[in-house]
């Protein structure tokens, strides 16, 4: 049994009340741990300890915080396959997939801030025989990170990154449901010779831990990531004591096919954009929209490869699906394929629970399902289902195809598949989206600006972007 604990002041500790729930491998649907059931007792202690470490990180040259953060890095990827094993069992997805995205990415997030610190310039402005003023950007103090299930150590680092990178403290809060890998990352800090206080790791549920550090009024900001109605209740919180927001919320991504496109690289992505993690990314593209003149060659094709993906235990190295999180989200997906059943869809693949023999036997398993015929404004297309589930729509003119994957009220992604420069540039432009691929998806850089439009969230994350978000501007006038 792995007991977890909190991570406070630089040290692993019990929670105030003693109190713990259960941690739920998915694979197996048996308890294999306990997670410490955090308060505002705890939370308090978190943030004493982060207002104790401020004043001195925060006057810790950049450099010096950086080769720390940078150290991190290193960490992680020495115990790469140790971490992509614990991230593996603890949420469900394939061994490979966290071998090669979750735990590298982690680790890229620390590099990647622990030098970028060092480049963010100030800004001055001369005025000719008046006045010199110059910006200069200070660290917020301490700041509170919530990150979700779906991408654990992954988003966990995207926040605690760029925050500490800026100068401030963290108080962070990993998902219940995957809290494993977030409380090995504290084992590395110590080793890495964090300072104590610097990042607090409490765990703990959201309506207990999570409020306790949205309301908490020595925490000058929220980054948050997670589902688009507890964005909405961090925001109807946090606004009214004028906390800075990053809200990451939802999506219901489109893909938009058109009969130029190179077809067997548009299926072969669309099935890593549509499947990935069993479709449980913010990012995936649930809504396939395909130009008539093709639709049926990629009909046939994608189905083909979504019937040869392989389902099984997350830890062999031939599994390509594993475990949905947990089996509440297991029986939500569900839910929703009977949804689209009664909303009129024809299924082409999948739409069942898969009962796997020996260890797994009682696992969260899911084909992968993928429906056509249903209306681009019904339910199924507007909601976000989070899982293996996306449905095909044939178009036959770009501004059907515009209109359609605009009709929600999410705005994070979208994918678009074409030879045409023209088009690739005019489709991208009028996509109500705040990321658009064209002719790939998922590559990312991590110098661009990440979130979305409408629904999909408030401010943007990555590069210069985060650490503006994690300082406060200041101006200072000299007169000449």
């Not at 005019?426 to 991590?446: E, F, K, M, P, Y």
Request: charged share 20%; hydrophobic share 40%; glycine share 8%.
């Amino acid at each position: 049994m792995l007991q977890i604990e909190n991570f406070i002041n630089g040290q692993f500790v019990p929670p105030a009340s003693g109190s713990y729930f259960d941690n739920i491998e998915p694979a197996t649907g048996q308890v294999y741990g306990r997670i410490p059931d955090s308060d505002a007792t705890d939370v308090q202690q978190a943030v004493a300890a982060a207002e104790a470490a401020f004043p001195a990180w925060r006057a810790l040259a950049a450099e010096k915080r950086g080769r720390l953060l940078v150290r991190i890095a290193e960490l992680l990827e020495r115990d790469l396959e140790r971490l992509a094993r614990i991230e593996s069992i603890d949420n469900g997805k394939p061994l490979a997939a966290a071998r090669t995205l979750d735990i590298p990415r982690a680790a890229s997030n620390f590099a990647f801030f622990g030098t970028a610190a060092q480049h963010f310039a100030s800004e001055s402005h001369f005025q000719e025989g008046l006045a010199l003023n110059y910006t200069v950007r200070h660290p917020l103090g301490v700041v509170g990170c919530i990150s979700p299930w779906n991408l654990p150590l992954y988003l966990f680092t995207w926040k605690i990154a760029p925050a500490l990178a800026a100068g401030n403290c963290v108080v962070a809060k990993p998902s219940e449901i995957t809290p494993a890998t977030a409380y090995y990352l504290g084992e590395l800090c110590q080793e890495a010779g964090l300072p104590p206080g610097v990042l607090n790791i409490v765990h703990g549920t959201g309506p207990r831990a999570g409020q306790a550090i949205v309301e908490h009024p020595a925490i000058k900001a929220i980054s948050f990531t997670g589902g688009t109605r507890t964005g909405e209740h961090i925001a109807r919180t946090a606004a009214p004591m004028f906390k800075k927001l990053s809200l990451e919320l939802g999506g219901k991504n489109p893909n938009l096919i058109f009969a130029d496109c190179d077809l067997a690289t548009a299926v072969r992505t669309s099935i890593q954009s549509s499947f990935s993690n069993q479709g449980q990314i913010c990012l995936c593209g649930s809504r396939i929209f395909v130009e008539r003149a093709i639709y049926e060659p990629f009909k046939a094709e994608f189905l083909a490869q979504t019937k040869a993906l392989t389902i099984g235990d997350p830890l062999e190295e031939s599994t390509r699906q594993g475990a949905l999180v947990s089996e509440a989200h297991l029986h939500k997906v569900l839910s929703y394929i009977e949804l689209a059943q009664t909303e009129g869809g024809t299924m082409l693949a999948g739409g069942h629970q898969v009962r796997l023999t020996g260890r797994c036997a009682d696992g969260y398993f899911l084909e992968p399902t993928v429906f056509e015929g249903l209306a681009p404004d019904c339910r199924t297309n507007r909601e976000e289902i989070f899982g293996p589930v996306v449905t095909l729509t044939p178009f036959d003119t770009e501004a059907e195809a515009i209109a359609w994957a605009n009709g929600t009220d999410y705005g994070l992604s979208a994918t678009v598949w074409t030879r045409d420069l023209d088009r690739a540039h005019r489709v991208a432009h009028q996509l109500h989206s705040g990321i658009v691929w064209v002719n790939t998806w998922l590559l990312r850089d991590l110098r661009t600006p990440f979130g979305g439009m409408k629904s999909s969230g408030v401010g943007r994350e990555g590069g210069l972007e985060a650490l503006r978000f994690f300082t406060e501007p200041q101006n200072v006038c000299i007169k000449l």
